[in-house]
């Protein structure tokens, strides 16, 4: 089984517990993500199993996301934080139908996020 290893930054959890991670060709130190995403993205839709695909791309805002299935990590995910993820790519079918999902083997802290600046809290006599 062959893994695919990038650094990518966390973005959520969703609704239905599944880890999403995101790479913009925006930043610098995601292009490289973003590019492996954007290509794995074609050939998962190359196979063409007409069901949801972990990788989306966004052409108009150049992004790629990936949601990753029964996430249980090791360190404590944090948004915007940037991390080593090594995952593979698993088709199986149920009933009729199949579907893909990406699962992480391994995960690790690469960089972490410059903290958000908020600005300055305005004090308004009112």
């Given at each position: 089984?062959?893994s695919?290893?990038?650094n990518?930054?966390?973005?959520?959890?969703?609704?239905w517990?599944?880890?999403?991670?995101?790479a913009?060709?925006?930043?610098?130190?995601?292009?490289?993500?973003?590019?492996?995403?954007?290509?794995?993205e074609?050939?998962?839709?190359e196979?063409?199993?007409?069901?949801?695909l972990p990788?989306?791309?966004?052409?108009?805002?150049?992004y790629?996301?990936?949601?990753?299935?029964?996430?249980?990590?090791?360190?404590k995910?944090?948004?915007?934080n940037l991390?080593?993820?090594?995952?593979?790519?698993?088709?199986n079918?149920?009933?009729?139908?199949?579907?893909?999902?990406?699962?992480?083997?391994?995960?690790?802290?690469?960089?972490?996020?410059?903290?958000?600046?908020?600005?300055?809290?305005?004090?308004?006599?009112?």
């Amino acid at each position: 089984m062959t893994s695919i290893e990038i650094n990518l930054r966390y973005q959520k959890r969703d609704s239905w517990g599944n880890e999403i991670f995101i790479a913009s060709s925006k930043y610098k130190e995601e292009l490289a993500a973003f590019e492996k995403l954007k290509r794995l993205e074609g050939k998962l839709r190359e196979i063409d199993v007409g069901t949801f695909l972990p990788v989306f791309h966004n052409d108009n805002l150049n992004y790629c996301t990936i949601r990753f299935k029964f996430l249980n990590s090791p360190v404590k995910l944090v948004d915007r934080n940037l991390y080593t993820v090594k995952f593979v790519i698993k088709k199986n079918k149920r009933g009729d139908k199949d579907y893909i999902n990406a699962f992480v083997n391994t995960i690790k802290l690469h960089t972490k996020a410059t903290p958000r600046d908020h600005g300055e809290v305005l004090d308004f006599d009112i």
